[in-house]
Nanobody
Framework: QVQLVESGGGLVQPGGSLRLSCAAS????????MGWYRQAPGKQREMVASITMFALTNYVDHVKGRFTISRDNAKNMMYLQMDNLKPEETAVYYC?????????WGQGTQVTVSS
């Protein structure tokens, strides 16, 4: 059973940057496509970026050019570099496999973009 632990969130001003980390244990991390998701208050969880086991990446349109997803299979780690953050991107950010092979959700890491 995969276990996922997110970290790196915090309070940042609009236009600022954060780097999120996802530590995976169990479940054969390197064999799966992985994604970063976020859930803002009162909204559904959405995927913002994904990366295949071969490091091919994909992003939703509204983060393209500002977010960068990466992974280190040797360390069972995944990252999300977020630049030029906007207030509407305040949310809890989660990592997980890409559907339909979702694993259990972790606690996520809170990102708050505010002046």
């Amino acid at each position: 059973q995969v276990q996922l632990v997110e970290s790196g969130g915090g309070l940042v001003q609009p236009g600022g940057s954060l780097r999120l980390s996802c530590a995976a244990s169990g479940g054969g991390f390197r064999a799966y496509a992985m994604g970063w998701y976020r859930q803002a208050p009162g909204k559904q969880r959405e995927m913002v970026a994904s990366i295949t086991m071969f490091a091919l990446t994909n992003y939703v349109d509204h983060v393209k050019g500002r977010f960068t997803i990466s992974r280190d299979n040797a360390k069972n780690m995944m990252y999300l570099q977020m630049d030029n953050l906007k207030p509407e991107e305040t949310a809890v950010y989660y990592c997980n496999r890409v559907a339909p092979k979702l694993g259990p959700w972790g606690q996520g890491t809170q990102v708050t973009v505010s002046s």
